[in-house]
Antibody
Framework: QVQLQESGPGLVKPSETLSLTCTVS????????WSWIRQPPGKGLEWIGY???????NYNPSLKSRVTISVDTSKTQFSLKLSSVAAADTAVYYC??????????????????WGQGTLVTVSS | DIQMTQSPSSLSASVGDRVTITCRAS??????LNWFQQKPGKAPKLLIY???SLQSGVPSRFSGSGSGTDFTLTISSLQPEDFATYYC?????????FGQGTKVEIK
């Protein structure tokens, strides 16, 4: 059974960089895309970006200038860095695995495994 | 970005009721539509992918339908464990976006 676990500081000061790591166990990190998704308290879900096991990335344009996602296949981990944080970045941060279902020439992408989430608060 | 709009935002229902939640995309997304269930303090759980495919292990009382811009999640007979918030999500284009959620509460 694949498991994902987020780790990192729960409190970050404004203007500093938020850094989180997701450790994957029970399965390979190879051949999959891996995403970060966040949810402000009491609000909806926002996709931040993904990394492929090769290291290629794709980010949400709304956060692109501040986001870096990387992968370390030897440690079966991938990481998120979000710079210049503000109070609006306070959220539960989830890591998740992409899975693709292919049928009739089309491939449908979905998040099949998620971490439990970690609350990051931006405050001085 | 593709905007996903769910209706209603919340609903009250009784155990055994048939419940329908609607999701509308701001542009056509074929069947690149997923549904998730989220309980308080927990990560979202995949219910339906590709608009109508039931994720392994999910009870058959959950079903999804639709194509293009209009989609539906149906719970045929609401169970106590189904009281939660439900989100739709499009994977047609980047950035992938979610609906604002529909909270299903006990009547």
């Amino acid at each position: 059974q694949v498991q994902l676990q987020e780790s990192g500081p729960g409190l970050v000061k404004p203007s500093e960089t938020l850094s989180l790591t997701c450790t994957v166990s029970g399965g390979s990190i190879g051949t999959y895309y891996w995403s970060w998704i966040r949810q402000p308290p009491g609000k909806g879900l926002e996709w931040i970006g993904y990394v492929y096991y090769t290291g290629s990335t794709n980010y949400n344009p709304s956060l692109k200038s501040r986001v870096t996602i990387s992968v370390d296949t030897s440690k079966t981990q991938f990481s998120l860095k979000l710079s210049s944080v503000a109070a609006a970045d306070t959220a539960v941060y989830y890591c998740a695995r992409h899975r693709a279902y292919c049928s009739g020439g089309s491939c449908y992408d979905y998040f099949d495994y998620w971490g439990q989430g970690t609350l990051v608060t931006v405050s001085s | 970005d593709i905007q996903m709009t769910q209706s209603p935002s919340s609903l009250s229902a009784s155990v055994g009721d048939r419940v329908t939640i609607t999701c509308r995309a701001s542009q056509g997304i074929s069947t690149y539509l997923n549904w998730f269930q989220q309980k308080p303090g927990k990560a979202p759980k995949l219910l339906i992918y590709a608009a109508s495919s039931l994720q392994s292990g999910v009870p058959s009382r959950f079903s999804g339908s639709g194509s293009g811009t209009d989609f539906t999640l149906t719970i045929s007979s609401l169970q106590p464990e189904d009281f939660a918030t439900y989100y739709c999500q499009q994977s047609f284009s980047t950035p992938q976006t979610f609906g604002q959620g529909t909270k299903v509460e006990i009547k």
